[in-house]
């Protein structure tokens, strides 16, 4: 039995108001525009409770992040696929933003849910 840990950090966190809802645009393939271009194809949203947090000045750093762009962590209990696995990464819309997810690490198998790195996308 897997033991879920999110959920018991959810209800932690969520009095600082982390816990947010997201759309989850899972990709789906690519079509074909008129022009015979491919245009990146998704499924219908999905609504999920996600923990949204701001990504630390030390991470920027770590990672060599641009200080210049928006980048959130969330923490989901649904599988969010990132460039590594797919031609095209899932998508998140959160706050009015659209973001794509950049990295990704499934801790699904030991507890539960997923961690993924996400930028905001224009």
């Not at 932690?12 to 108001?17: E, F, K, P, R």
């Not at 990672?63 to 797919?86: M, Q």
């Amino acid at each position: 039995m897997v033991l879920n840990l999110l959920p018991i950090a959810m209800k932690a966190t969520n009095i600082l108001g982390c816990n947010k809802k997201i759309l989850y645009y899972q990709y789906n393939g690519t079509t074909t525009d008129s022009m015979g271009r491919d245009i990146p194809d998704y499924l219908d949203p999905i609504t999920l409770w996600a923990s949204v947090q701001a990504v630390s000045n030390k991470t920027y750093q770590e990672l060599g992040l641009d200080l210049n762009k928006n980048y959130k962590t969330i923490w989901a209990e649904h599988p969010l696929f990132s460039i590594a696995e797919r031609k095209q990464p899932d998508k998140i819309l959160y706050d009015n933003l659209t973001f794509q997810i950049v990295e990704n690490r499934k801790w699904s198998e030991t507890n539960g849910y997923t961690r993924a790195l996400i930028i905001q996308i224009k």
